[in-house]
């Protein structure tokens, strides 16, 4: 099965909920993020696309690694994706929908059962945002 290198962030906000995002023309949402560019390394991929989908800036030392994680890709049948996360704190006003994007959430763990969501956030990313809901 071939992979997609990817970067990913779980943002969250002062009261704990997680943004996620759905590209134009898919069903599912995920955490934003995507593929590097040649040279990039995980983090300056990452802080790239959520300058680019969501006009975030945010520094180095705003993001913490979280590790890799390994699912079947939302959006590519046949394909899995290899995801470096990184986790950050943000404000929800300093984010907006462009570029690719088609719609963001702010969600809580009562929301997870009524979205489609990518396995990447299912299986990984969100138990690692609310450990306490997902145990």
Same mark, same amino acid.
């Given at each position: 099965?071939?992979?997609?290198?990817?970067?990913?962030?779980?943002?969250?906000?002062?009261?704990?909920?997680?943004?996620?995002?759905?590209?134009?023309?898919?069903?599912?949402?995920?955490?934003?993020?995507?593929?590097?560019?040649?040279?990039?390394?995980? *983090?300056?991929?990452?802080?790239? $696309? #959520?300058? @680019?989908?969501?006009?975030?800036?945010?520094? =180095?030392? /705003?993001?913490? +690694? &979280?590790?890799?994680?390994?699912?079947?890709?939302?959006?590519?049948?046949?394909?899995?994706?290899?995801?470096?996360?990184?986790?950050?704190?943000?404000?929800?006003? *300093?984010?907006?929908?462009?570029? $690719? #994007?088609? @719609?963001?959430?702010?969600?809580?763990?009562? =929301?997870? /059962?009524?979205? +489609? &969501?990518?396995?990447?956030?299912?299986?990984?990313?969100?138990?690692?945002?609310?450990?306490?809901?997902?145990?």
């Amino acid at each position: 099965m071939p992979d997609i290198l990817v970067s990913a962030a779980i943002l969250t906000d002062t009261d704990g909920r997680v943004l996620v995002v759905r590209k134009q023309g898919t069903t599912r949402f995920m955490q934003p993020g995507g593929k590097p560019e040649s040279g990039e390394t995980a *983090s300056e991929t990452l802080r790239r $696309e #959520l300058y @680019e989908e969501l006009g975030l800036v945010l520094g =180095d030392d /705003d993001l913490r +690694p &979280l590790g890799r994680f390994v699912s079947a890709a939302a959006n590519e049948p046949g394909h899995r994706v290899v995801a470096d996360a990184f986790s950050a704190t943000i404000d929800p006003r *300093s984010v907006r929908v462009q570029a $690719e #994007l088609a @719609e963001l959430r702010w969600i809580t763990p009562s =929301d997870v /059962d009524g979205l +489609p &969501l990518a396995p990447l956030s299912v299986e990984h990313l969100l138990p690692l945002a609310w450990p306490r809901a997902s145990a």
